[in-house]
C-alpha cells in the first residue's frame, strides 16, 4: 500500500481544526454569561497561562477552598477547559478538594505550569477569529461586540485583560490554572468530564507497499 504523507497531514490538521471548534463551542454552550472581554480573558489565558501566578501554598489553598464553598461557581466540575489551543485548564478549588485530589499535588502542578514559556501570538490571533466564527444570534455578545473590543484594545500586542467582576462571580474566584497535559497525567479519570470535547483518531495500521 503507498502512504501519502501529505494526505495524512491534511487529515490530521481536519481532526485538529475539528476539536479546536469543539471547545469554543463549549464555552458558549457552559457560560451562558459573559462580555467580549471575558471570551479574549478564556481564550488568553488558555494560550499563555496566568500573566502572574498567585501565591500558592498549602495555608493559602486551604483559605480558599474555604470560600470556594461560600462563593462557588455555576459549573460544578473540577475543571473547565481554558482557550481552544489544549494547554491549559482551570481547577476548581472546592471541587479538586471534594474529590479527595491532594492539595500538594495541585501546588506541584502549579510549580510546573509556571515553567511553560512557549508563546504562540499569532496561534492566539488565529484562535481569536475561530471564536468569533463560532458566534451565533442566540449568544450574549455579538460579531459586532467582539470586533468593538479588539478595537480598543492593542490587540496587535496581545495584551492581557482579566475576566470581568460579574463573570468571577457567577464562575468562580478559587481556581488554579495548570497545564492540561500534565493534570490529565495525574488525574487521567477527569478527562471524562467531557466526552463531548475530545475525539479519537482511529489510526488504520499502515503497512509498506510489498
Request: proline share 5%; glycine share 2%; with cysteine.
Amino acid at each position: 500500500m503507498k502512504i501519502d504523507i501529505n494526505e495524512i497531514i491534511e487529515k490530521y490538521k481536519v481532526f485538529e481544526l475539528d476539536e479546536k471548534l469543539r471547545f469554543a463551542d463549549w464555552f458558549y454552550n457552559y457560560y451562558t454569561k459573559y462580555t467580549a472581554q471575558d471570551v479574549y480573558s478564556w481564550l488568553w489565558i488558555g494560550e499563555f497561562g496566568y500573566e502572574e501566578y498567585p501565591p500558592t501554598d498549602l495555608y493559602i489553598l486551604r483559605e480558599e477552598v474555604r470560600m470556594a464553598y461560600l462563593n462557588p461557581s455555576r459549573i460544578r466540575k473540577i475543571w473547565e477547559p481554558l482557550g481552544i489551543s489544549k494547554k491549559f485548564v482551570k481547577v476548581n478549588l472546592d471541587l479538586y478538594f471534594d474529590a479527595g485530589y491532594p492539595l500538594l499535588k495541585l501546588i506541584d502542578l502549579v510549580e510546573k505550569s509556571k515553567e511553560h514559556k512557549q508563546v504562540d501570538k499569532l496561534t492566539f490571533k488565529m484562535n481569536w477569529n475561530l471564536m468569533k466564527m463560532q458566534l451565533n444570534f442566540t449568544q450574549p455578545v455579538t460579531l459586532r461586540d467582539m470586533n468593538e473590543f479588539q478595537e480598543k484594545i492593542a490587540f496587535h500586542m496581545t495584551p492581557y485583560y482579566p475576566f470581568t467582576e460579574e463573570f468571577q462571580k457567577e464562575f468562580g474566584y478559587y481556581y488554579r490554572i495548570v497545564l492540561l497535559r500534565q493534570f490529565f497525567d495525574s488525574f487521567p479519570e477527569c478527562i471524562n468530564d467531557y466526552p463531548e470535547l475530545f475525539i479519537d483518531v482511529v489510526k488504520n495500521e499502515l503497512e509498506p507497499e510489498s
